[in-house]
């Protein structure tokens, strides 16, 4: 974040209390609940509420960095999600809706979801898939996506899904590291109006990927594929014949329920280990305070299942809670930029949660599009994924919640499986651009290098939390060094933080090179791994320059291998090749060629530096540089911008 837009957030003094007509009607609006002092206890009060095979025999097992939660509990995912509402009146109402690009609906039921479910997860079952093995789903926002993930937790497959706008190469990757036997694909999906090639990308991947067993390829579009013998099959081929139920598998409270990768400081995504009894507590209960679910309630929570948000407020969190979840399917300008505002008014949208680049961006579109949809059946707005700056805030707090809506800024992360830091609507006074208060069981800080506790510094949870991730797959030390070693027991979450007299939290962004563009979580050395992987590139720097409307674009410094002449062409080449590498999200928004890089005298980088020249700023302390001299040649020479 910039200090200008710091000193703004900073100075937002404007407050928002709950109307008497929310608090009347709100779950939660015990003022008390912030009181509780046994946080086990507290949890343990929604594991109740929950349906197990077997209770838990304890609680909490905390052996830093390495957390166990509701110990011998039995209990399965989708079971809860699912089969504990068909015995009461909700089993034939609305558990997903979904609207495709091109306008097309479909709604499920709780029963029918249940079959359809049962039937993939036997299809699953007769290709051989026991519980433990690793299944890849690269969809599009189609309701088989949640029927997929809910039949893997059914019988105990762990799923990966991996984003459909990532290349071939990053789901090849995703795929060997997490060892899947299936991946479970579509001929592809709509974005834009055009078709997302996912069957052609899974088919690149997979000439690299010895674990892949089979494909199963849900025909979405209808286009040409290539469907590769005996490997190859289709959903309703492997599903039409399969029984209407299927045993829901007894799931150790510890079991690993998901992996899904995410960036990390270094090249290489991580794949975050998510376990079943405590995810599922911690996200039942933060959709139920936070999002006031009801029954008569529909939820729309805009993200794709390839990420956190989408696999815990999409599909998990809302079914949990026995509410109707809205699945849509492609982008939010198509066909035209009031695309958002027409899916709520049609389906009669009660709350709606979405990323502030989302909002951002409508804020330029201005608010005679959403005039022009009735949306008063919106009755509680919600923002993740980025700080929220106060005008964004406002706006949406005006021209979408008409102010009547309280909005909750929701501060989590993949690693923390569901949200820590966010107001209750029917308790907290709101501040826009702040998350205010952690979730009453969540024990977060902000500290000082030296852990002490302060008004500006680094944020910190001091105690483990249900939704926890469990490590990184396959690699411990990773996992000590990146979230525990900076502090004795407190995970480190990267973001830097402000608290304000009245204890409020004002997250500030990340404190690491992990950028933020459109909310996607992309790391700096993975743009330059695939940058210097081009044969020109001897050297490549990246950062995240402040954006408007993305919070970061991706700007990359260049250094050219000997007699290699920069041009257009070279730039659009290089800017592909990312593409290529990772997925068009990590598309460089500009590339600057450089003689040399800046460079502390140990070699490191000077990302502030370069930073500071990408914005235009002065250049800041440049003591430490080895050469001074590169900093000069970056404005006389060698630099030219494209
Ligand atoms: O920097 C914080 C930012 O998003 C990061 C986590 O990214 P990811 O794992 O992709 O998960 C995003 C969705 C949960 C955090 O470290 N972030 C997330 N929510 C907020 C936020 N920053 C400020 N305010 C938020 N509400």
Known sequence: MTSKALDTLLKEERTFKPTPNF??????????????????????????????????????????????WFINGKTNLTFNCIDRHLSTWKRTKAAIIWEGEPGETRTLTYQELHREVCQFANALKSLGIKKGDRITIYL????????????????????????????????RDRINDSKSKIVITADGGWRKGSIVPLKANTDEALRETPSIEKVIVVKRIG??????????????????????????????????????????????????????????????????????????????????????????????????????????EGAPNYPD?????????????????????????????????????????????????????????????EAIGRNNCPIVDTWWQTETG???????????????????????????????????????GYLVIKSPWPGMLRGIYGDPERYQKQYWSQYKNWYFTGDGAKRDKEGYFWLLGRVDDVMKVSGHRISTMEVESA???????????????????????????????????????????????????????ARPDEILFTAELPKTRSGKIMRRLLRDIAEGRALGDTTTLADSNVVRRFYVEGYTQR
């Open 223 to 328: 286009n040409e594929i290539s469907m590769t013998k005996k490997r190859d099959l289709l959903w309703n081929d492997i599903v039409k014949t399969q029984p209407y139920d299927c045993e829901a598998e007894e799931m150790d409270s510890e079991d690993l329920l998901y992996l899904l990768y995410t960036s990390g400081t270094t090249g290489k995504p991580k794949g975050i280990v998510h376990t079943t009894g405590g995810y599922m507590t911690g996200v039942y209960a933060t959709t139920k305070w936070i999002f006031d679910i009801k029954d008569s309630d529909i939820f729309w929570c805009s993200a794709d299942v390839g990420w956190v948000t989408g696999h815990s407020y999409v599909v998990y969190g809302p079914l949990l809670n026995g509410a109707t979840t809205l699945l849509y």
């Open 531 to 585: 940058l210097v992987d081009h044969k020109v590139v001897a050297e490549a720097a990246v950062i995240g320059k402040h954006h408007d409307i993305k919070e970061n674009s991706i700007v990359a410094f260049v250094t050219l291998k000997a007699n290699i002449k920069s041009s257009t062409d070279l730039t659009d080449e290089l800017k592909n090749h990312v593409v290529k590498k990772i997925g068009s999200i």
């Open 140 to 171: 599009p926002m189609i309701p088989e996506a949640a029927i997929a993930m809910l039949a893997c937790a059914r019988i105990g497959a762990p799923h990966s899904v991996v984003f459909g706008g990532f290349s071939s190469d990053s789901l």
């Open 418 to 456: 569901h949200i820590l830091i966010s107001p209750l609507p029917g308790i907290t006074k709101l501040k826009p651009g702040s998350a205010t208060i952690p979730f009453p069981g969540i024990d977060a800080d902000i500290v000082n290098e030296k852990g002490e506790s302060v008004d500006a």
């Open 23 to 68: 608090i009347k009607q709100a779950i939660m609006k015990d003022k008390n609940i912030y009181k509780q002092n046994n946080k086990q206890k507290f949890w343990e009060g929604f594991a109740r509420e929950l349906h197990w095979f077997k209770k838990w025999d304890k609680i909490l097992e905390w052996t830093p960095p390495n957390a166990k």
């Open 337 to 397: 930029n009031d695309r958002f505002w027409s899916i709520i008014a049609k389906h009669r949208v009660n709350i709606f949660y979405t990323a502030p680049t989302a909002i951002r961006s409508f804020m330029k579109f201005g608010k005679e599009l959403p005039q022009k949809h009735d949306m008063s059946s919106l009755r509680l707005l919600g923002t993740v994924g980025e700080p929220i700056n106060p005008e964004a805030w406002i706006w949406y707090y």
